[in-house]
DNA sequence: ATTTAATTGTTTGTATACAATAAGTCAATA
DNA sequence: TATTGACTTATTGTATACAAACAATTAAAT
């Protein structure tokens, strides 16, 4: 399906602003097909939650600060509990996965450059990896689905883009954290760990998004 | 969505069994209408998960015993926490709402008669009710979304069907203690409470796929 | 000047036609 | 008899055409 991965694409690095309207005869004309793969497209993103019906056609989801809210909630539960089951199920061979992707999230962060877009990708792109691998360990194929909906990209994305180079090393650390637990074993203890992994997630981007706002409001003073 | 609610139907009332291919053209020609929108419904039965894509075209999702397992678990945490937020968040209004579906559910009990089809679709319908009264109520609007697709109707029908009536009333009086817990704010009974529910309709679904399997097993020594 | 009616235009929803691909069948050969 | 290959059929994927619904704009009337 490539007409979702571009307006996926485009939603993500936010090319398709939150709030506009996506209709299906310019995003056909721009990309050289027809409407009807367009349209399943667009019914795809509204069965993920990224675009919102309108009482004609779609728009861009806005996601409000309640929102993330409640969504880092839920992915706190669900990976916290995916941790929890990946310490008492995980296998050799899933201890090798994580491991070695977590190499290759501390070989990201070191070659990473501020605000490059294409090492900034990669960075997100292996720490989703380690998650992954989690998931795979806890031996229940039903909670990927879940969580691949309560990982909002387009915000998670923007998260990253956030992060500076300390912090980056910091997450590595709670990655460290919560394989050892993973490893000895401990399923409270790795449930915890990976809370308080997203939780701070969470505050980092409620963070950004307070300031945002505060920027906007200036604006709007300087009318 | 029209031929959405018809295929979904089918499904759930056993119409479509499991493993059953999903042709486009026959759908359309049974409906009198085009197969546009039905590749629409059927994208849409896709993303829940009651449809699984071939190489060519969809079949009719096979639960196994596993993926029920796997997904009640998901269930149980998930409806866990939204009952401990509910005996946070509860407003009395929420209470309100909790109780009058309580009590259409007792009179959907009282009224019932066993293998009615009708009556047994009012029973689910208000068990429903009452479950996403408890969501609104947690005042996580995303809980909802994840919840939907982790009560697989066609399941969720059946283990109805297999109820009897003590059993019935019994899953009433459950209902009563996550109300009480709610009502009195004490999240942890709540959570507790959802579990054992939960967990029960589990073992239930479960004990009686393994009688299926067994009905089976005898058949084919039959031959 | 403001509100209502009607008409025009734009965009989605559905049907149909055509292209592409997977599957099934039959024949030929080892 | 089994297996490979060409050919036929069936089914999905994409494009296009048409119908229906909604939005917007203009004209008329109070």
């Known amino acids: 399906m490539d007409a979702y991965e571009y307006i996926k694409d485009a939603i993500i ?35 993920e ?11 861009v989801r806005h996601f409000t600060k309640d929102d993330i809210r409640q969504i880092y909630d839920l992915r706190t539960l669900l990976e916290g509990y995916a941790a929890s089951q990946a310490a008492i199920h995980r296998t050799e061979s899933d201890l090798l ?7 290759l999230y501390e070989e990201a962060i070191s070659g990473h450059v501020e605000s490059n877009m294409e090492s900034l990708k990669d960075i997100v792109q292996v720490n989703q990896k380690f998650h992954e691998a989690i998931v795979a360990a806890s031996k229940n194929e039903h909670i990927h689905f879940h969580i691949s909906k309560v990982v909002v990209v387009p915000i998670v994305f ?21 394989l050892d637990a993973i490893k000895n074993r401990e399923p409270e203890r790795a449930r915890i760990a990976m809370h308080e992994h997203i939780y701070q997630g969470r505050d980092h981007v409620l963070k950004h998004l307070e ?3 505060n920027i906007h409001l200036l604006k709007e003073e300087g009318k």
Chains 1, 2 share one sequence.
């Not at 602003?17 to 209709?23: D, I, N, S, Y």
């Open 49 to 59: 939650g990224l675009v919102i019906p309108l009482k004609r056609g779609v728009s």
């Open 158 to 178: 923007r998260s990253f883009y956030w992060y500076n180079s300390f912090q980056l090393k910091q997450s590595l650390e709670v990655h460290k954290t919560i």
């Open 97 to 103: 996965k994580m491991e070695s992707a977590n190499i």
């Open 211 to 213: 300031q945002i706002k």
């Open 13 to 47: 690095e936010g090319k398709f602003v939150p709030g506009m309207r996506l209709a299906e005869e310019s995003l056909a004309k721009k990309m050289n097909i027809s409407r009807t793969p367009i349209r399943e497209a667009i019914r795809q993103l509204e069965a």
